[in-house]
């Protein structure tokens, strides 16, 4: 695959995690769900009931943002010199990507594990099964959820490319070159 090819790629596969970590968000974001406990007495069910889903909100917030910051840098970063200031911001770019896939993977993990919770109930805590009263609210976090993990694989497969960019401007006589030949 060619340079040209791989960089729009990159840029594809950014756009793509953008719209489905906005997609995440917002279904997480805008979901609530009102019922009736008791005569008139009313509960809401909302993502700031649940800290996982707050913070889930955060990361793929800011990782949608720092994906299109990432768009932008196709635009002003120079293409054919690997010296100096390009190796570093390709450096910086890679344990970004890495960062961010590792975060919104560990946000919505975190969000699976309480939405579990919500699910199932516990006897010991003396939780109620949330789901059971709220369920178009727990269908649509499902479906959130489900969403953060496409971001976070979208996301990952874009720190692969980062890791190619970074590791192809080694060159490979140095790497190769292990041990010396005189004896």
Same mark, same amino acid.
């Given at each position: 695959?060619?340079?040209?090819?791989?960089?729009?790629?990159?840029?594809?596969?950014?756009?793509?995690?953008? +719209?489905?970590? #906005?997609? *995440?968000?917002?279904?997480?974001? &805008?979901?609530?769900?009102?019922? /009736? #406990? &008791?005569?008139?007495?009313?509960?809401?069910?909302?993502?700031?009931? $649940?800290?996982?889903?707050?913070?889930? #909100?955060?990361? *793929?917030?800011?990782?949608?943002?720092? %994906?299109?910051?990432? !768009?932008?840098?196709?635009?002003?970063?120079?293409?054919? %010199? @690997?010296?100096?200031?390009?190796?570093?911001?390709?450096?910086?770019?890679?344990?970004?990507?890495?960062?961010?896939?590792?975060?919104? @993977?560990?946000? %919505? *993990?975190?969000? /699976?594990?309480?939405?579990?919770?919500?699910? *199932?109930?516990?006897?010991?805590?003396?939780?109620? =099964? #949330?789901?059971?009263?709220?369920?178009?609210?727990?269908?649509?976090?499902?479906?959130? $959820?489900?969403?953060?993990?496409?971001?976070?694989?979208?996301?990952?497969?874009?720190?692969?490319?980062?890791?190619?960019?970074? &590791?192809?401007?080694?060159?490979?006589?140095? +790497? !190769?070159? !292990? =041990?010396?030949?005189?004896?």
């Amino acid at each position: 695959m060619n340079k040209l090819g791989l960089a729009r790629g990159e840029v594809h596969l950014r756009v793509s995690a953008i +719209l489905v970590l #906005v997609l *995440t968000t917002c279904l997480v974001a &805008f979901d609530t769900q009102t019922k /009736v #406990v &008791f005569l008139s007495i009313e509960k809401k069910a909302t993502y700031k009931d $649940l800290g996982a889903l707050k913070i889930l #909100v955060y990361v *793929t917030s800011a990782a949608a943002g720092y %994906n299109f910051l990432q !768009l932008c840098k196709h635009s002003t970063w120079p293409r054919k %010199n @690997f010296q100096g200031s390009y190796m570093c911001k390709a450096w910086i770019s890679f344990l970004l990507d890495q960062m961010g896939a590792y975060m919104v @993977f560990g946000a %919505n *993990t975190a969000a /699976v594990g309480a939405a579990m919770l919500a699910i *199932t109930g516990s006897e010991s805590f003396q939780w109620i =099964k #949330v789901c059971d009263r709220f369920t178009r609210f727990c269908v649509q976090v499902g479906g959130a $959820l489900l969403c953060g993990y496409v971001a976070s694989m979208l996301m990952a497969i874009v720190s692969t490319i980062s890791a190619y960019n970074v &590791f192809r401007m080694y060159s490979p006589k140095w +790497l !190769l070159r !292990l =041990k010396t030949t005189s004896m």
